[in-house]
Nanobody, 115 residues
Framework: QVQLVESGGGLVQAGGSLRLSCASSRTIFSIKTMGWYRQYPGKQRELVATITRGGNTNYADSVEGRFTISGDTAKTTVNLQMNSLKPEDTAVYYC?????????WGQGTQVTVSS
């Protein structure tokens, strides 16, 4: 069974940076996209950034220019560099990988940005 393990969350002051990392317990083949999503309390999970096998990236408007996603489909790893963090970035962040064999999710990591 595939497990995605996230790391790098924590508490940071506004304007600071964090780097989230996600690694899979085994290689996932036929990946379509790898990405990061976040969820606010009582809200649905929303897209933060995705990257395709070909390296095309997509960002939510709210993080464009501040966050950078990178990944290696061969190693099934995906990272999110978050700069200029704002209090409204406070949420639980999830790694998600979509493949032809199914979708996989991490357990989530808390990011808290203090003002």
């Amino acid at each position: 069974q595939v497990q995605l393990v996230e790391s790098g969350g924590g508490l940071v002051q506004a304007g600071g940076s964090l780097r989230l990392s996600c690694a899979s317990s085994r290689t996932i083949f036929s990946i379509k996209t790898m990405g990061w999503y976040r969820q606010y309390p009582g809200k649905q999970r929303e897209l933060v950034a995705t990257i395709t096998r070909g390296g095309n990236t997509n960002y939510a408007d709210s993080v464009e220019g501040r966050f950078t996603i990178s990944g290696d489909t061969a190693k099934t790893t995906v990272n999110l560099q978050m700069n200029s963090l704002k209090p409204e970035d406070t949420a639980v962040y999830y790694c998600g990988i979509r493949s032809w064999s199914g979708d996989y999710w991490g357990q989530g990591t808390q990011v808290t940005v203090s003002s």
